[in-house]
């Protein structure tokens, strides 16, 4: 069997460091997570199983993931003003990936909102120096949640380049030297009482589109006022946890807002978005690597017509093309990190440019399209087979399909490429 | 939602008579009554429950004994004239839940074996029906020619290949196989309906009682759905079964597919009938863009729009194939030949529909398609569950080769 490392991505945007992360992380989780997986889906609620292999891939006695983001002097490892930021964020989400897409998010999810705090140009020096103790010092994992979705709204918040916060129903009111927050939020990764820190996207004026109304505040999970709901019972993804959130007259230190008027909607459109995009392309063609593994070893020792399914022409085409997807998928999920990459350079572009932002929209549908498919078709090539989690394919088919769904899904994607390609002035 | 789902999922209600509509509408009920108002009551373990509500569909409404023939106390629609009026039914049970469809379209399938008319098999009938298929809710599994194994040579079907074999012995026949997939509630299956080959590589389909010395089960499976109907990998150590358990005519096996298709075809549509129905009522109240209808959104109603075709589409190939199975009488009845590539070609389109209807339908629905308090994930596993089993190997690359075969006379394929 070929090594899935020879599916093709572009060799000159493989730092040395992404090369690390990698050897690193992929040794761990083969120990640590490939055994285990297949018994995720019962663990959903009380993650028995699940969360210690947490604490050793992010708190301090194992890998330490948690503590990336954070500047060298307060106990981090600088990945924040690293040039490789995007490069390294999908090398972990495709390690991660290819063994469970539910660990990836959970992980993932936990740098998302502390990326609007600590990727230069924008850190915030106070909020870094609040909240690093929680994640640079702690042995067990520390998760966060970037509380988006509300009821009424679905995709409203994500839209943020038409909508402008408008439709934001959370509100903060400035009360002296402290936001008081009211509101709720619907399926965060990491709630139903996973995450210690909140990321929660409010509106200072109701109604309004005025991108300085729109605050991005930090809020611990313990603040009086919080609540998180039980975990949603759902058809993947069991080590992501997820639940309503409610916030009522919830104070937090007016500092805790993650920079200022405008600022905020500027950072969450141009790290939230774009780095959501690159992750989710790196959990998908991770999946799909590891649906190579797992196709390559059926094809290869079942049989139709008394010879390996892969000898049959029919079959080839079939399962040609899933490789073929994957290899494709890899380049355009490393061409999406580099985008993020280049954002310091002269030919690059602002993270939060409608370039960037479209983009990136569109390469994750694209390559979220693909997965969706590969894996089906995959599974019908195992045929009575392919149902049986034994054969991993299925678990995978069940988990990528939230990927497709999250961040406004494959309509606002399609909208926001269209902005962009097309120059849309009301989508 | 207020629109009659007959009435906008159409179908040609001239190939169905009274009867049948009068026992889909009976069905209905059943389904609106015990399921699908109650699915919030049955949040935790609910697929187990379904199957326990079942009972009433099929014992006190009586589809356990529909295709039994009437001098075995059954309601005797074992003529494939009823095919567009089963298909009918198994749409309702599909609509309410698609692991009731499936354990008893299997068994109803097994039972077409060897009561369906012309090749209704007297002998086969008497042995097998007043243990298996008249009484008691008995299960029934399927083992089906698929996939091979590397180095061990098999005689085929169709490519397929056939991991049991049979030979004659002084009391009947010997029946050997290892670690067979089944289809079907085989952990709790009480016959297996087996396709199998003799030493000269003759396939036909012998009936396997779970209880027979040599038979063994193994742990239950654990698969996306129809999560209540148990599955196992099975083998058969030299299983001594009855002479008459043997349907020696050929063409049985291929005579199996069609009403597979139709039967598992009619639960994946059904399903799907009832995910436009949550989708249709979800669509109602939600906004996009701070406040317009999400439904009357362009792109969004083209999403909702693909859901429906797809369902109306596969409704209508469902009910050609009911046509092509039913026939109009003997002259139009197509040989078992023409009907198996027909019926692979269709259920498998009708499976493809299904399953796209609840892709796109999700794409819209977002966290909610995917969270099991809608229902709708639950379809979507289930559906693909039957897609994947009615594959059986290879994906559509079997079923291409077998078209290839009957359209183009293919003879290395």
Not at chain 1, 187 to 198: C, D, E, K, Y
Not at chain 2, 67 to 85: D, F, H, Q, T, V
Request: charged share 25%; aromatic share 10%; net charge negative.
């Amino acid at each position: 069997m070929k090594h899935f490392d020879e599916f093709s991505r572009p060799e000159e945007y493989v730092s040395p460091m992404m090369k690390h992360f990698r050897t690193v992380l992929r040794n761990l989780l083969e120990k640590e997570v490939m055994p285990y997986r297949r018994e995720f889906d019962e663990d959903w609620d009380e993650h028995r199983i699940i969360k210690p292999i947490f604490d050793k891939i992010m708190g301090r006695n194992g890998l330490g993931f948690q503590r990336a983001l954070f500047p060298e002097k307060l106990g981090g490892w600088g990945l924040g003003h690293s040039d490789y930021l995007g490069g390294i964020g999908y090398a972990m989400a495709e390690e991660m990936g290819r063994v469970d897409t539910g660990i990836a998010v959970a992980f993932l999810v936990t740098l998302w909102p502390l990326l609007t705090i600590l990727v230069e140009p924008h850190v915030n020096w106070s909020l870094a120096r609040e909240f690093a103790p929680m994640f640079c010092n702690s042995d067990k994992a520390v998760f966060c949640a970037l509380c988006m979705t509300e009821p009424q709204g679905g995709a409203d918040i994500e839209n943020l380049e038409l909508l402008r916060g408008r439709t934001i129903r959370t509100t903060a009111r400035l009360e002296g030297n402290e936001w008081v927050i009211n509101g709720h939020k619907l399926w965060p990764t990491n709630t139903g009482g996973v995450a210690s820190l909140l990321a929660v996207p409010c509106t200072t004026s109701p109604g309004s589109d005025d991108p300085n109304d729109y605050a991005l505040i930090f809020v611990p999970a313990d603040t009086e006022g919080v609540t998180q709901g039980g975990a949603y019972e759902k058809a993947g993804m069991a080590a992501d946890k997820n639940s309503d959130v409610w916030f009522e007259d919830v104070r937090v230190p007016s500092w805790y807002r993650a920079h200022g008027p405008g600022t905020d909607a500027q950072v969450f459109m141009g790290h939230i978005i774009p780095l959501g995009n690159v992750g989710s392309m790196g959990m998908l063609v991770g999946s799909m690597l590891n649906l190579y593994e797992r196709l390559y070893e059926f094809v290869s020792t079942r049989t139709y017509q008394n010879r390996p399914l892969k000898e049959n022409d029919a079959i080839a085409g079939i399962i040609g093309q899933i490789a073929g997807d994957i290899d494709i998928c890899r380049i355009i999920g490393h061409e999406g990190a580099m985008i993020i990459d280049r954002r310091n350079k002269p030919y690059g572009k602002p993270l939060n440019s409608e370039e960037v932002i479209g983009k990136t929209r569109n390469m994750k549908y694209f390559v979220a399209d693909r997965a969706v498919e590969n894996f089906g078709r995959a599974m019908d090539v195992l045929g009575v087979y392919g149902v049986d989690r034994e054969w991993d394919i299925e678990k995978h088919w069940r988990d990528i399909k939230m990927i497709q769904l999250w961040m406004g899904g494959k309509q606002l994607c399609q909208m926001e490429a269209a902005r962009y390609f097309y120059n849309c002035n009301t989508l | 939602m207020k629109k009659d789902l007959d009435e906008i999922f159409i179908y040609p209600k001239s190939l169905v008579d009274d009867d049948a509509i009068g026992f889909a509408s009976t069905v209905r009920d059943w389904a609106n009554k015990e399921i699908i108002s109650r699915r919030l009551e049955y949040q935790k373990n609910y697929d187990k429950l379904f199957v326990e509500k079942s009972k009433k569909l099929f014992v006190d409404i009586g589809l356990e004994k529909i295709l039994l023939p009437e001098g075995y106390g059954g309601i005797g629609w074992n003529s494939p004239s009823r095919a567009p009026g089963m298909l009918l039914i198994f749409s309702e049970v599909g609509r309410a839940d698609a692991t009731t469809g499936f354990i008893g379209a299997i068994k109803c399938a097994s039972l077409a074996v060897i009561s369906m008319q012309p090749n209704d098999e007297k002998r086969t009938c008497d042995a097998l029906i007043p243990h298996y298929f008249a009484k008691d809710l008995k299960n029934v599994a399927l083992i089906l020619p698929g996939a091979g194994v590397l180095g061990q040579e098999a005689p085929l079907f169709l490519g397929r290949s056939v991991g049991v074999n049979t030979h004659v012995t002084k009391r009947g026949h010997e029946v050997t196989g290892k670690d067979l997939r089944p289809m079907g509630p085989a952990a709790d299956a009480e016959l297996f309906c087996v396709a199998s080959c003799d030493k000269e590589g003759k396939s036909h389909i012998v009936f396997v009682p779970s209880d027979a010395e040599g038979v063994t089960k193994g742990m239950p499976l654990r698969q996306t759905g129809l999560n209540a109907c148990r599955n196992t990998d099975v083998s058969f150590d030299k299983v001594d079964v009855p002479r008459e358990y043997l349907i020696q005519r050929g063409g049985a096996i291929e005579g199996l597919y069609p009403w597979l298709n139709l039967l598992l075809g009619g639960v994946s549509i059904g399903a799907a009938m009832n995910f436009y129905e949550i989708l249709a009522d979800w669509s109602e109240n939600r906004t996009i863009k701070g406040g317009g209808l999400l439904k009357e959104n362009p792109l969004c109603a083209s999403v909702l729009a693909d859901v429906a075709e797809e369902i109306a589409t596969a409704r209508l190939m469902s009910f050609s194939l009911a046509h092509i199975i039913a026939g109009t009488g003997e002259r139009d009845r197509l040989p078992s030949t023409m009907t198996y590539p027909f019926s692979q070609m269709i259920g498998s389109r009708i499976q493809q529909s299904a399953l796209k209807a609840l892709n796109r339908g999700m794409e819209l629905m977002g966290s909610a398609g995917y969270a099991k308090e809608w229902h709708v994930e639950k379809h979507w596993r289930d559906i693909k569950t039957i897609q994947s089993y009615l594959c059986g190997v290879g994906a559509e690359a079997p079923i291409k080769l077998d078209l290839a075969r009957f359209f183009y006379d293919c003879r290395e394929v």
